[in-house]
């Protein structure tokens, strides 16, 4: 069995442009997302089998609720208030974390291990110890500016756990 393979920011585009039905751009070089920051960040874990940490998936406030508004079809004013508030309501907090389900498929190629979504921590939230020391860690990453279509831009990091 391989090693996860960390997916592209193509790859990453394709899967949200599909789930929510809009065009999506994506930049690389992005920003590394600190959930400390104002707003937080919501934080999806991926664990094999055996119940092993093996990739995280950060989004900031702004693309938590953006994408969250998006794939329930709920007017961008709505994601722009949580936005201007610096805090994601239920409903939207639900629906980002649809997406971060969805986004275990980009880890589930070749023979690598399967990877599921284990959990996931919102903004405002504190991070689990185990988590918060790999969120800003040089390890294998891809640090993304991502741009919805009719609901603005927000950023994406998306990490391989050693």
Same mark, same amino acid.
């Given at each position: #069995?391989?090693?996860?393979? !960390?997916?592209?920011?193509?790859?990453?585009?394709?899967?949200?442009?599909?789930?929510?039905?809009?065009?999506?751009?994506?930049?690389?070089?992005?920003?590394?997302?600190?959930?400390?920051?104002?707003?937080?960040? #919501?934080?999806?874990?991926?664990?094999?089998?055996?119940? %092993? !940490?093996?990739?995280?998936?950060?989004?900031?406030?702004?693309?938590?609720? %953006?994408?969250?508004?998006?794939?329930?079809?709920?007017?961008? %004013?709505?994601?722009?208030?949580?936005?201007?508030?610096?805090?994601?309501?239920?409903? !939207?907090?639900?629906?980002?974390?649809?997406?971060?389900?969805?986004?275990?498929?980009?880890?589930?190629?070749?023979?690598?291990?399967?990877?599921?979504?284990?959990?996931?921590?919102?903004?405002?939230?504190?991070?689990?110890?185990?988590?918060?020391?790999?969120?800003?860690?040089?390890?294998? %990453?891809?640090?993304?500016?991502?741009?919805?279509?009719?609901?603005?831009?927000?950023?994406?990091?998306?990490?391989?756990?050693?």
């Amino acid at each position: #069995m391989s090693e996860t393979v !960390l997916p592209s920011a193509q790859e990453f585009r394709e899967l949200v442009e599909g789930l929510l039905g809009r065009d999506v751009q994506v930049l690389t070089g992005g920003r590394i997302i600190d959930p400390a920051e104002p707003g937080g960040a #919501m934080v999806g874990a991926y664990v094999d089998r055996l119940l %092993r !940490l093996r990739a995280l998936v950060v989004l900031d406030l702004a693309f938590a609720a %953006r994408c969250g508004a998006a794939i329930g079809l709920v007017p961008n %004013r709505i994601s722009e208030g949580d936005v201007d508030a610096q805090e994601l309501s239920d409903t !939207l907090a639900e629906n980002a974390a649809e997406v971060l389900n969805v986004t275990a498929s980009l880890f589930n190629t070749g023979d690598g291990p399967h990877l599921r979504l284990d959990g996931v921590a919102e903004p405002g939230q504190p991070l689990p110890h185990d988590l918060a020391r790999w969120v800003k860690a040089y390890v294998p %990453r891809l640090d993304l500016t991502v741009d919805i279509a009719g609901y603005g831009e927000g950023a994406v990091s998306i990490l391989l756990i050693p």
